[in-house]
């Protein structure tokens, strides 16, 4: 492959406003977090930027787009309406990819379809494209030389817990889909919602069975990992049994209209990946608002594993 693959990434949009809260759907959870909408949370997420994020990114013409999660708030049904709308936006479903975030799985109590059935389209495999195919994790789009993994880390979890957890299917599945997909030569980029290292989330936030995650990777291989949940832009290396190195890539959220703590404003990556002499090259983009409100490149570098 000597072509240039255009991947986007984008994560964290939370799109509001919260739509469908009815009585039927509350319960502790949803009314800490409903609270904190509220207070804070409105402000920063501005579906306009959101908006503004995609314009731009499909402005660059890209292959595909993978969105790594959190689309909702309070994992309402009528939320999922709102995700499926921004999706479409985005293109078709085999133009796009997308894993569900720990807001999209909120809680159990649904009271109507989950966020698995409403964007089914956007998460079903490669081999099993079919409007009543069941969705199940993880999934393999293979577009060209790339092949798209996508991992489900959402649980429904306590108040004030947002960890995550892959559990030993998906992870036994992982292993073989990676090993499988390296044979017959594809790029294998895995997404994902939680950051998919041990100590890279606090204990609250932190996907459970990380380590385990981690070592799938490393033994089995992956030339590329794009996660969301932190807010912020994080790149880490995990090495490879064979001594290489895996790029593990996080990005902020893609509706935030100003910085808010420690999360930057809103930001996207635009990857630019190919092989050559039996290698393969990504180059990220980070693109987002600027100092002026502007979407513009905020930075741009090759992903090299640093030398020990």
Same mark, same amino acid.
């Given at each position: ?195 998919? #290292? ?8 932190? #996907? ?40 593990? #890539? ?20 635009? #990857? ?37």
């Amino acid at each position: 492959m000597t072509e240039t693959f255009t991947l986007v990434h984008l994560s964290d949009a939370h799109l509001g406003p919260i739509a469908g809260f009815r009585l039927g759907n509350l319960n502790i959870k949803r009314a800490f977090g409903f609270l904190n909408w509220q207070r804070h949370r409105r402000f920063v997420h501005v579906p306009s930027v959101a908006e503004r994020l995609a314009a731009d990114a499909l402005a660059h013409a890209p292959d595909h787009i993978a969105v790594t999660g959190d689309l909702a708030n309070l994992g309402l049904p009528g939320e999922f309406v709102t995700g499926l709308g921004w999706l479409k936006s985005l293109g078709e479903p085999h133009r796009v990819s997308v894993v569900p975030g720990n807001h999209d799985i909120y809680t159990g109590q649904l009271g109507g379809p989950s966020c698995l059935e409403t964007w089914a389209p956007y998460m079903r495999g490669s081999e099993s494209w079919t409007e009543t195919s069941p969705v199940h994790f993880p999934y393999e789009r293979t577009v060209g030389q790339v092949a798209l993994i996508g991992l489900n880390s959402s649980i429904p979890t306590p108040p004030g817990v947002a960890g995550g957890r892959v559990g030993p299917m998906q992870l036994a599945a992982l292993a073989r889909s990676l090993e499988r997909l390296g044979e017959a030569g594809y790029i294998r980029v895995v997404l994902i919602h939680h950051p998919p #290292l041990p100590g890279q989330a606090t204990a609250r936030r932190a #996907l459970e069975d990380a380590a385990a995650l981690a070592d799938v990777l490393a033994r089995h291989g992956a030339e590329l990992v794009l996660h969301g949940h932190n807010h912020k832009q994080s790149l880490a290396w995990l090495k490879r049994g064979d001594g290489g190195g895996i790029p593990v #890539l996080g990005v902020a959220s893609a509706s935030a209209a100003f910085g808010y703590k420690a999360e930057p404003p809103a930001r996207y990556h635009l #990857l630019r990946i190919r092989r050559a002499d039996g290698e393969v090259f990504i180059n990220c983009e980070v693109r987002g608002l600027d100092g002026e409100g502007h979407v513009a490149r905020i930075a741009r570098d090759d992903l090299v594993m640093p030398s020990p």
